[in-house]
């Protein structure tokens, strides 16, 4: 037992006080810290953040983790409503990470409009289940037709197309996931079982398991193709789905850095010479997590239907840009994809965690029906009878809610103002000496290194040998730039490895940085490049 000892007597687990805690603050106290806290959090959040979370407290990891290895459930009530508020605003939000920064420009995790802490509140209060209509009713039908929208946005059927299918209890256009990981499991899911046809006694891949689906169709391998840009999320889903994860092909990227089409149309060529592979389905990027870099759907387009391979465009990141007339054209082919992943919590500007997919033809779930006795039973309108997941929250309910306060052009505006501010970004790091732009922003994400003068001459006439020393000797540079930026606790890039010219042989160590808070200015990104200079200057320092 643990946490009695110095517990105030007034703190005990009995049923008065449960009954009291579960309807309403414990006393007075509680509910004007509560109420205070909240105020600040619902309607300041912004400064709010600014003034209590620092991007990292100057607190190292493992003293952190030292002060969490009490292992024990206390069996009393250890402290009240208020006090753990003031907990988590005290202790925890310093030690969280300022992701509303706009100093935070590494990683797809940013601000969020405030009100989106309003509505993700009001939905947890609600707390509706769409597995099922009996426990979700009107938001099982909002989901539809939201789904419907989005679907609308990026198929653009027409208006009959809509009407028959916004409330249809028998297709679906699209299901509500996790994240973009669980979307692109869905589709993949669902293209491994539109593969396999029944055939003899053979009924379907999800009945009768992979082996008797391959064995029915006479094949050894199955296989899915993606340019090495593809998100990790798709080697999982190749794992779970019983590929494995080294069927999951990376083709390699052209000059463009987008996927290499003559050798994505070799390796076609290569693998179903034999006829014992089939290609269970070949993936457009729009919006690479590393990059930002979109592939050339139309072109995938041709060839899926050329070869009959189900087209899936993981549009995880870049999907929203749908919803910008301007920059709406990079995502064109999109249309012509058999399924659309789309992360709420990335460009949709949503709270942690919510994704959607979507597929062109609204039988296409079919392939994943399950039901149960008790919930999801044939001919309901239950959603749960086609999601991976079971149950689910509602976040339709701050889909909908966001593109009425916002509308499409709201959304369009913070869109159009990463990507600018991204080729603003590109500007400043080529006009300064000791920097190199490693990737243009397609969209609004970009890559670059430091490169301290010395080096750089030497790398102007550097043999392949040579120059493959110097880098290394840059990686080291630059991971520990990024480091010493983001212990500073100020501003934050993140790093990867890419190759630096499309036809290097090797990779090296860049810095990334993704442009979504629409409070990131070009001063702000000059004062993290001052930063960086500053970092590399005290590097060389003796
Ligand atoms: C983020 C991302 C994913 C995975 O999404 P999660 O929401 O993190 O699960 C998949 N694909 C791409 C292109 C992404 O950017």
């Not at 009530?77 to 005290?90: G, N, R």
């Not at 290394?472 to 606790?489: F, M, S, T, V």
Request: with cysteine; aromatic share 6%.
């Amino acid at each position: 037992m643990t946490g009695t000892e110095d517990r105030p007597s007034s703190l005990v687990a009995d049923w008065n006080t449960l009954h009291r805690v579960f309807i309403r603050p414990e006393d007075e106290k509680s509910r004007t810290t509560l109420v205070k806290y909240m105020e600040q959090i619902l309607f300041g959040l912004h400064d709010f953040l600014n003034k209590h979370v620092g991007v990292t407290e100057e607190i190292s990891l493992i003293k952190l983790a030292e002060e969490y290895t009490d292992t024990k459930i206390n069996i009393e009530p250890q402290k009240k409503l208020a006090d753990v508020i003031k907990d988590i605003i005290d202790v925890i939000a310093p030690r969280a990470v300022n992701v509303a920064s706009p100093y935070f420009i590494g990683h797809m995790t940013s601000a969020i409009p405030f009100f989106m802490v309003h509505l993700k509140a009001i939905t947890a209060a609600l707390n509706q289940n769409v597995i099922k209509l009996e426990t979700s009713k009107v938001l099982s039908v909002l989901e539809k037709q939201i789904l419907a929208k989005i679907h609308r946005m990026i198929f653009n059927f027409e208006e009959s197309f809509y009407l028959e299918h916004v409330q249809n209890t028998d297709t679906s256009l699209g299901v509500f996931t996790s994240g973009g990981t669980t979307a692109n499991l869905t589709a993949l899911w669902v293209a491994r079982n539109l593969c396999f046809p029944p055939k003899g006694d053979f009924e379907s891949i999800e009945k009768n398991g992979f082996h008797a689906a391959m064995t029915a169709h006479g094949l050894d391998r199955l296989v899915i193709l993606v340019s090495k840009r593809g998100h990790y999320s798709l080697r999982k889903a190749a794992g779970i789905l019983g590929l494995g994860n080294q069927n999951v092909i990376p083709i390699d990227v052209d000059s463009k850095r987008s996927i290499d089409l003559k050798k994505l149309k070799a390796a076609i060529k290569d693998l179903t010479a034999d006829k014992k592979t089939r290609i269970m389905a070949l993936i457009g990027i729009a919006g690479a997590t590393e990059t930002g870099i979109i592939d050339p759907l139309p072109k995938l387009a041709d060839i899926c239907q050329q070869h009959k391979i189900h087209f899936h465009v993981d549009a995880a990141w870049g999907g929203p840009v749908l919803l910008s007339e301007k920059y709406s054209p990079l995502l064109k082919g999109i249309e012509r994809a058999d399924s659309v992943t789309i992360d709420c919590h990335k460009q949709f500007y949503m709270p942690m965690s919510s994704g959607m997919v979507y597929f062109k033809d609204p039988r296409a779930l079919d392939t994943i029906v399950y039901h149960a006795r008790y919930v999801i039973r044939p001919g309901s309108v239950d959603l749960g009878i086609k999601t991976l997941e079971g149950s689910r929250e509602a976040n339709s309910l701050i889909l909908d809610s966001a593109l009425k306060i916002m509308g499409s052009k709201g959304y369009a505006l913070m869109i159009e103002h990463g990507i600018e501010t991204a080729k603003l970004f590109a500007k400043k790091i080529k006009k300064r000496p000791l920097f190199q732009l490693v990737t243009e922003p397609k969209l609004n994400i970009l890559t670059y290194r430091m490169i301290p003068a010395h080096i750089r001459k030497k790398l102007e006439t550097a043999d392949l040998k040579e120059q493959q020393e110097l880098d290394a000797i840059l990686d080291e540079i630059n991971i520990k730039i990024q480091r010493i930026q983001r212990e500073a606790g100020k501003s934050f890039v993140s790093r990867t490895r890419l190759r630096n010219l499309p036809d290097d042989p090797h990779n090296v160590v860049v810095l990334r940085s993704v442009m979504m808070n629409p409070m990131t200015t070009g001063r702000i990104l000059d004062e993290i490049l001052d930063e960086q200079e500053s970092i590399l200057h005290s590097l060389e320092e003796p």
